[in-house]
């Protein structure tokens, strides 16, 4: 067998250790890093094998940027499982040690995986260059030979210039014995040799200069070809349907691009940071693998943690008290503006299909719209519960009675429904002309976009409907922060301003925020002139962030719901007082 290597000294045995020094994981985190690498590399398996499971089982899914697109999931499970287990378990181990044989496979593994993301994506971009510039001629071009052709060529490519470059490596006799890197790779396997490596320096600069060529020279072909195709024509389905189809391959490109770029120079430039080169290594083989399933763990975690909220909430009877009766409603309205918008994206992300029905838009525009007018509806319930609670304490147990809260929460809901049934009555009455919905997701702008006919009636009772909510929830919210800032102001007992600064604060912060996205995503449908991408942004942030932050900032600052949640989830451990506050 080939002479072990050691990272401490320069001796011979029969493994190969792996420099994890620069990490400096202390031995209390390594359990809590091990824990959370292990969760990434699961959720990133599982949503990757889905993928690959899906393209199979769907007939429908059957056609050529599926076969090809089934390549992609496949390179990134190589990637990731070359890498990850393995690094994770040097973590815990501690020994990092690893056979040369082993070693040289982990090497090969990974420069495969490298060179069959930017071959595979060129494959991609070609194949929508096809279909978006020379769309009759799809099906003769792709036909299933040239398709298996294609494939055939982007591993066969692909396996041959990895294996000419470790061909010549192996052959190389060692001197060294510490691999400086936190995984094998050809460069760090170079520096273990003491010998002329001229030869496997050019080979290695040659496979790198050909797969970036054939990569780069096909996907800029490509992407320019439809820039221009997007320009000729006067059709804003094409152009919606290039910017769809082509944004997440560029992201994906650019990103490996520059990760994998910096990764190769920093090996020929001595001063760069060795921490700083490994954390970029990584990342070739984390994030790409990761992009489409942290679009999934944001819904599975959004959900999670209003599911939380609510539950907690719902089982304690400590906590059925007029405020949490309230906040209670937000989690629930959280969930269906989550529930909206995130199951929509990711089938469109795994199936790479944009395409909606009409009566799945308008559903999802329909609750949409309940999630937003909703969330100002509770945002201005919960202020009026606070301005009784401070600024009139004795009287808080008469106003918010059991009775008067029901009341409050049944208004509330029935106001949003009918006052979105209205609004969505008034738009299905129309047959629709266009099929481009100009947003990421629907909303009734978006659909009223659709329409040739007079929209006049919806255009004023959409303007009523905003100006009614925003005037009625902006008066009473400022109403009742007024009204909490003169008690503050007046009380000279400083418990009550911290309970009013505590209890506000964040609920303003919240409130800020909704109002700011909102108004500027439902105004920019009404100026022709703003960024489509500004508008966009604005519009999938009202969607995203308020479901992510209000189980956060309502649950875990809110003293009482953190000790319940705590207690739900270690039922059998008492979470001390000094613990609680020094989470905060």
Known sequence: GHPGILMENISFSDSFELN??????????????????????????????????????????????????????????????????KVLSDIVTETSKVHYHLCVLQGFLLHMYGGGILFV????????????????????????????????????????????????????????????NVFCDNPSLLKLTCVNTTA????????????????????????????????VTRKSGAKSKAINTCSAQLLIFIIFEVVATFTILSHRFKDISTYLQKIMGMLIFLVPPLLNPIVILTYCIIVFFNLTLLITIALNRDLHKPMHLLLINLPINDMIGATAFFPQLISSILSQDRIISYPACF?????AHLYGTGSLLILTAMAFD?????????????????SNVTKIIICLWLADYVMIAVLFLLLIRFNICRTVIVDMYCNNPSLMKLICEDTRINNYY????????????????????????????????????????????????????LEFNAMFTL??????????????????????????????????????????????????????????????
């Open 20 to 85: 994890l020094d620069p990490f400096l994981i202390p031995v209390k985190g390594k359990y809590p890093v091990f824990l959370m690498g292990t969760l990434v590399y699961l959720f990133s398996v599982s949503c990757n094998l889905t993928l690959m499971l899906l393209i199979v089982a769907q007939q429908n899914l059957h056609k050529p940027m599926y076969f090809i697109l089934f390549s992609l999931p496949f390179n990134d499970l190589i990637g990731i499982t070359t890498m990850l287990p």
């Open 121 to 180: 994506l060129a494959a991609m971009a070609f194949d929508r260059y096809v279909a978006i510039c020379q769309p009759l001629r799809y099906n003769a071009i792709m036909t299933p030979a040239t398709v298996a052709l294609i494939i055939l060529l982007i591993w066969g490519l692909d396996f041959i210039l990895i294996l000419s470059l470790f061909s010549m490596q192996v052959r190389l006799p060692r001197c060294r014995s510490t691999i400086m």
């Open 200 to 231: 496997n320096n050019v080979l290695g600069l040659f496979n790198t200069a050909i797969i970036q060529v054939i990569s780069v020279s096909i996907q800029i072909f490509s992407y320019v070809k439809i820039l221009i195709a997007c320009t």
């Open 363 to 367: 559903l999802q525009a329909l609750l």
């Open 386 to 402: 606070r301005y009784i609670a401070i600024c009139c304490p004795l009287r808080y147990n008469s106003i918010m009675s059991n």
């Open 462 to 513: 959409g303007l009523f409907l905003t100006i009614f909510l925003q005037c009625g929830s902006l008066s009473a919210v400022i109403f009742t922060y007024c009204q909490i800032l003169l008690t503050c102001l007046m009380n000279r007992q400083s418990d009550t301003k911290s309970k009013a600064i505590q209890t506000c604060a964040s609920h303003l912060v919240v409130f800020i925020f």
């Open 523 to 584: 105004i920019s449908h009404r100026f022709e002139q703003t960024s489509p991408f500004l508008r966009r942004a604005f519009g999938v942030s009202v969607m995203i962030f308020p479901p992510f932050l209000n189980p956060v900032v309502y649950g875990l600052k809110t003293k009482e719901i953190r000790e319940k949640i705590f207690n739900l989830i270690f039922p059998k451990k008492v979470v001390p007082c000094l613990v609680i506050s020094k989470m905060m």
